[in-house]
């Protein structure tokens, strides 16, 4: 999984993916209309793929209300992201502090760390030899 | 001679040749080398494994091409006709031409080029006002935006305006501001496009301006976010070590916990076997000529048992001793062996407790 910021610029992108295929959606569905009663809607030339693929307008209206739906979605996950992002409430300051405070800390823990290693091998090879005398005996 | 059949084998060849200069790759030159690099590494103190170039080798010598060109004085470079730069930095989006919505965000790579930044906040219904800093700005470009620091307001909106330079407003405020900010932008993206459906419906030839909106608004939303990466590679680093440092906490914390439960085990061992141990010492040495005694011994208190080391051992081999002993204390070391079994149970039953 990527970071947030990641996935908020990727949110983005499919929003704008998104923008376009709404558009070419309407683009193509959409039906003609005429300005005045004298117009009339040239048929299509035979030869020549139609220009618009008009959709009924039930089919048309569900089509705009789904990809509304998909947008709206994708707008509150955008928001959900960004009030997710992490450390809005550092400074640069701060957090330059608490990286150095946390490798003191972790020099420090690293080095029990290794006291703690060397006491577990020596009570080991103590308890080792105990159990080896016993074998003998 | 040998020159024009090299440019005819040059030409007729299928693959390129290699460079000019891999002839200057011989052992003595690689020799001649690797000591310059090596007196040059211990005047200056520096391992050598550190030297990637030596400064100022003789031009005139083959010498130079055995190690990696300089540095570019100015700093960039073209590779495949695009320009490089050593330094990589974000690219303000001014120098992109693009046109900045909103503040800058503070200690970013970008500068600022008015001082006054004027933060806007609005409560008002309509939330896709982004803010507005600069009032040059074309309004006609976003008809949801109204350059408002210039503006009387509504009553309906509470304006919070910050004259500062970039860092030195309280940094809540900031990062409220950058929230805000994106919440602006992404909301701006949605209007625009509504209104660029609207635009198309009606005037076709208009929506490219719109369009223009909506690629500027992208490019702001994107470049927000470039800024904010080292900000969040900070915080990821952090986070990063906290969860090293629990990690270790937690090792050593085991650690501790085991090294303790062993040496309990061995406490618990030592009430029990310590006499064992030593009697394993004393049938080190005393098997050859206790032999007749303990065995007597052992017949006799049987109560004790356990002083008479070398008893068990002599009855369990059997062989260092005659066959007086065998005779006398056939009874005592059927004892001792009995005993000895009874102890061994013991001491693997504390082991057994401790570890379980």
Excluded: C
Aim: aromatic content about 6%; cysteine-free; proline content about 8%.
């Amino acid at each position: 999984m990527s970071d947030r910021l990641s996935q908020l610029q990727e949110a983005v992108d499919q929003l704008m993916e998104q923008f376009i295929a709404t558009y070419f959606y309407i683009d193509r569905h959409h039906d003609l209309k005429t300005f005045n009663p004298k117009d009339t809607i040239a048929p299509s030339k035979a030869d020549q793929p139609p220009e618009v693929d008009t959709l009924p307008p039930d089919v048309f209206q569900a089509g705009q209300l789904e990809l509304a739906r998909d947008l709206i979605t994708r707008e509150q996950q955008i928001e959900y992201l960004i009030s997710s992002l992490p450390g809005l409430d550092n400074s640069e300051q701060d957090q330059l502090q608490s990286i150095k405070e946390l490798e003191e800390e972790l020099n420090v823990a690293e080095k029990q760390r290794q006291e703690a290693v060397k006491e577990k091998d020596e009570v080991l090879v103590k308890l080792d030899q105990t159990l080896r005398s016993i074998r003998r005996y | 001679m040998a020159d024009t059949e090299d440019d005819n084998s040059a030409l007729a060849s299928f693959f390129p040749d290699p460079p000019l200069f891999w002839k200057a790759f011989t052992p003595s030159n690689l020799q001649a080398y690797a000591e310059i690099k090596q007196q040059y590494a211990s005047q200056h103190g520096i391992p050598v494994e550190d030297v990637i170039r030596v400064p100022d080798l003789p031009a005139d010598s083959d010498l130079i091409y055995l190690q990696p060109p300089a540095e570019p004085k100015d700093g960039t470079w073209r590779l495949y006709g695009e320009p490089q730069s050593l330094e990589e930095s974000l690219q303000p989006l001014e120098s992109a031409g693009i046109e900045r919505l909103g503040p800058p965000l503070p200690g970013s790579t970008t500068t600022s080029t008015s001082d006054t930044q004027t933060t806007t906040i609005t409560d008002s219904q309509s939330t896709t006002q982004p803010t507005t800093t600069d009032d040059t700005q074309p309004t006609s470009a976003f008809p949801s935006q109204q350059p408002t620091s210039q503006l009387p307001l509504p009553p309906s909106t509470s304006t919070i305006s910050t004259t500062s330079a970039p860092g030195s407003a309280p940094s809540t405020q900031i990062h409220d501001t950058l929230h805000l900010h994106l919440k602006r932008l992404s909301k701006s993206l949605l209007l625009n496009f509504l209104e660029l459906l609207g635009i198309m419906s009606l005037d076709p030839a208009a929506g490219s301006a719109k369009a223009a909106d909506l690629r500027t608004l992208f490019l702001n939303f994107h470049h927000v976010l470039n800024e904010y990466r080292p900000h969040q590679a900070r915080e990821q680093l952090i986070q990063l070590m906290q969860e090293r440092l629990d990690q270790t906490r937690a090792e050593t914390a085991a650690n501790r916990a085991v090294a303790e439960k062993a040496r309990r085990v061995l406490e618990g061992l030592g009430s029990v076997e310590i006499p064992a141990v030593d009697s394993v010492g004393v049938a080190g040495t005393g098997t050859g000529t206790g032999g007749g005694d303990g065995g007597g011994d052992g017949g006799g208190d049987g109560g004790y048992g356990l002083p008479s080391g070398p008893v068990p051992v002599g009855a369990r081999t059997g062989t260092t001793v005659g066959d007086r002993r065998v005779g006398v204390d056939g009874e005592g070391a059927e004892e001792e062996e009995k005993r000895y079994w009874e102890r061994e149970g013991m001491g693997w039953g504390v082991l057994d407790a401790e570890f379980a």
